[in-house]
């Protein structure tokens, strides 16, 4: 594999300079933090996620406080003493998206977290003590006792709660094919996300970049050429 230094300088040039590329990567994750992030803000931040998945962020973003009205601000206690008919009713709820199947999703993960919550005195807390260098392991874990948290959904969900993940998009997979790592076009099998676990740790410890700018750094390394200020808008930053 190639040193990373190259594939950076790859990503500066095409996006104007290292000046340019540094702005673009985001603040510096802190597991650690995500540690004092509170049951209820974890639960919005799944289902805002599972909402956003193949639908325009944009419009979530700006249907969420409506969102947090219906859902009882998130909070897993509350949802989850809520009657049937409560959940019925969601389905024709104006302020929000009228997913049944999403809606539903609500309901399980807040049994999801307040259980893990029981289990490690707190969902953040959880995350927080979960080894940074395992990230695919705890995708399959969110997969398996989560609802709608498996692919890129639950690596988004890890990203907004300022988690220290990589996102396997078409364009870091496609960077990783060029620089000669041996995975699938679009790889989803374990053995795929165990090589890109492998390869990724290994340019932390090169770098000491965190997870999050070296998967950003693929990204913008390859693929279309978008400007910094539509990336800028489409992240949000």
């Given at each position: 594999m190639p040193d990373f230094a190259k594939i950076r300088a790859r990503?500066?040039?095409?996006?104007?300079?290292?000046?340019?590329?540094?702005?673009?990567?985001?603040?510096?994750?802190?597991?650690?933090?995500?540690?004092?992030?509170?049951?209820?803000?974890?639960?919005?931040?799944m289902a805002e996620r599972v909402f956003a998945a193949g639908f325009v962020w944009r419009v979530i973003e700006q249907k969420w406080p409506g969102f947090e009205e219906a859902f009882l601000r998130?909070?897993?206690?509350?949802?989850?003493f809520q009657p049937?008919?409560?959940?019925?009713?969601?389905?024709?709820?104006?302020?929000i998206v009228r997913n049944p199947q999403k809606i539903r999703s609500v309901r399980d993960n807040a049994a999801f977290v307040e259980r893990v919550s029981k289990e490690h005195g707190g969902f953040g807390r959880f995350l927080a003590d979960w080894p940074a260098d395992d990230q695919v392991?705890?995708?399959?874990?969110?997969?398996?006792?989560?609802?709608?948290?498996?692919?890129?959904?639950?690596?988004?969900?890890l990203r907004w709660l300022e988690w220290d993940a990589f996102i396997i998009?078409?364009?870091?997979?496609?960077a990783l094919r060029d620089a000669g790592l041996d995975i699938a076009e679009s790889p989803s099998s374990k053995r795929d996300l165990d090589k890109i676990q492998a390869q990724i740790n290994a340019w932390v410890a090169q770098t000491?970049?965190?997870?999050?700018?070296?998967?950003r750094i693929l990204a913008m390394s390859i693929g279309e050429n978008h400007s910094p200020e539509s990336l800028r808008e489409y992240m949000g930053e």
């Open positions: 990503a500066a040039k095409r996006k104007g300079g290292e000046a340019a590329l540094a702005s673009l990567l985001g603040p510096m994750p802190d597991n650690a933090a995500v540690a004092d992030i509170t049951d209820d803000r974890i639960l919005s931040t998130f909070e897993p206690k509350r949802l989850l049937d008919d409560f959940w019925h009713d969601l389905a024709s709820d104006q302020r392991g705890l995708m399959a874990y969110l997969g398996k006792h989560g609802s709608r948290l498996g692919g890129n959904t639950g690596q988004y969900f998009s078409a364009d870091m997979a496609a000491r970049l965190p997870r999050r700018h070296i998967s």
